[in-house]
């Protein structure tokens, strides 16, 4: 829950950025104690921003909670024009992210995200990421983006809902939703020429925060601390700034 209210009380909180309405809601699989699920269910009729279904929470179905996301954008949100799937341990920032979106100027058959074009399944037992050859016999995966944070306009959104029915489900969730893209003919696509989503630590200042979308491994405390220290600085600052480091 500390994770959620950092969250709530800095990128994740309700606002107008360019006059586009941003929302953020969390999903949630089922808790193995009961007293956990009060303490959600207490949560939830607080901040009305939870949405849970009947399976448990655990790594491994990551692919059972986007899909529930994907479900409740398609049947509660389909007016929305981008829905952003990322981690509780991120930083995003929402006003860069829009104005590039704005920028980019395409609202439909769009994904994007840290890109991951030529990636191998990993065979090794020991890593978090083992895949047998039965569970993907493949060499590579189709291209994909890092679940650490991706962006998709609502229709592509609501087409990998549609279609993952057909898609013989796959653990790792991001791959699972290329497999999805590839079998719509979606192909994922840059946002910007540099690099503006990252599945690392990005070491914070606020000019270099400024230029960013996600920043990876960001404690709750730091969350809020560096969305405050964000929005108080200025894109004048940041330009003195590297007037004088080229000085």
């Known amino acids: 829950m500390e994770a959620r209210m950092a969250i709530r009380e800095s990128w994740g909180k309700e606002r107008i950025i360019a006059g586009k309405r941003i929302v953020t809601y969390f999903l949630l699989g089922k808790k193995l104690r009961p007293y956990d699920q009060i303490a959600v269910t207490a949560e939830n009729t607080l901040y009305k921003d939870i949405i849970q279904k009947d399976f448990l929470d655990t790594y491994y179905n990551l692919t059972l909670k986007t899909l529930m996301g994907f479900e409740w954008i398609h049947k509660f949100c389909p007016q929305s024009t981008f829905v952003m799937k990322t981690d509780s341990d991120m930083f995003v920032n929402t006003y860069y992210l829009t104005e590039l979106l704005l920028k980019r100027n395409?609202?439909?058959?769009?994904?994007?995200?840290?890109?991951?074009?030529?990636?191998?399944?990993?065979?090794?037992?020991?890593?978090?990421?083992?895949?047998?050859?039965?569970?993907?016999?493949?060499?590579?995966?189709?291209?994909?983006?890092?679940?650490?944070?991706y962006v998709l306009s609502t229709d592509v959104a609501c087409q990998v809902y549609a279609v993952s029915k057909a898609v013989p489900f796959f653990k790792l969730e991001d791959v699972f939703v290329g497999l999805c893209l590839s079998e719509l003919k979606i192909q994922p696509d840059k946002l910007h020429s540099e690099p503006t989503f990252f599945a690392s630590h990005v070491p914070y200042s606020p000019c270099r925060y400024r230029k960013i979308i996600t920043s990876h491994y960001v404690a709750p405390s730091n969350i809020m601390l560096y969305w405050d220290m964000l929005e108080k600085s200025t894109a004048e600052e940041c330009l003195?700034?590297?007037?004088?480091?080229?000085a």
């Open 106 to 149: 395409r609202t439909t058959s769009f994904f994007t995200g840290l890109l991951r074009m030529n990636d191998h399944p990993i065979r090794d037992p020991s890593s978090k990421w083992y895949v047998t050859k039965e569970e993907y016999p493949g060499i590579t995966y189709p291209p994909f983006a890092s679940g650490t944070g």
């Open 240 to 246: 003195e700034s590297q007037e004088n480091q080229s």
